[in-house]
């Protein structure tokens, strides 16, 4: 069992920037397919990003590449998404997710995919 926990949003001016973090426990994390998502207020749960095992390969959403940037400590069981020049349509709660092995790819960009999610951290971007 994998359990995850979010911290880091909060309310911020458009420009301005937030590092996500997302402590795992349980299970061993080195081995994980890690991700983001976001859910807007009356809006399905979008990908935001995600990272292989290794660190070494990630993928991104259209809405958010050039501008947010995930990455792991595997040392420390934690990934993180850095958030620059947020938007005001960045506004969601953002999860973190978690995939255990066996995966067939190295990154995972559908949340059905996904076994363990956290509680969310919300972010509010204001104009």
């Known amino acids: 069992q994998v359990q995850l926990i979010e911290s880091g949003g909060g309310s911020v001016r458009a420009g301005a920037s937030l590092r996500l973090s997302c402590a795992a426990s349980?299970?061993?994390?080195?081995?994980?397919?890690m991700g983001w998502f976001r859910q807007a207020p009356g809006k399905e749960r979008e990908f935001v990003a995600s990272i292989s095992w290794s660190g070494g390969v990630t993928d991104y959403g259209d809405s958010v590449k050039g501008r947010f940037t995930i990455f792991r400590r595997n040392a420390e069981s934690t990934v993180y998404l850095q958030m620059d020049n947020l938007k005001p349509e960045d506004t969601a709660v953002y999860y973190c997710?978690?995939?255990?092995?066996?995966?067939?790819?190295?990154?995972?960009?559908?949340?059905?995919?996904?076994?363990?999610w956290g509680q969310g951290t919300q972010v509010t971007v204001s104009p």
């Open positions: 997710a978690a995939k255990t092995p066996p995966w067939s790819t190295v990154t995972i960009t559908s949340a059905n995919e996904y076994e363990y």
């Open positions: 349980g299970g061993t994390f080195s081995t994980n397919i």
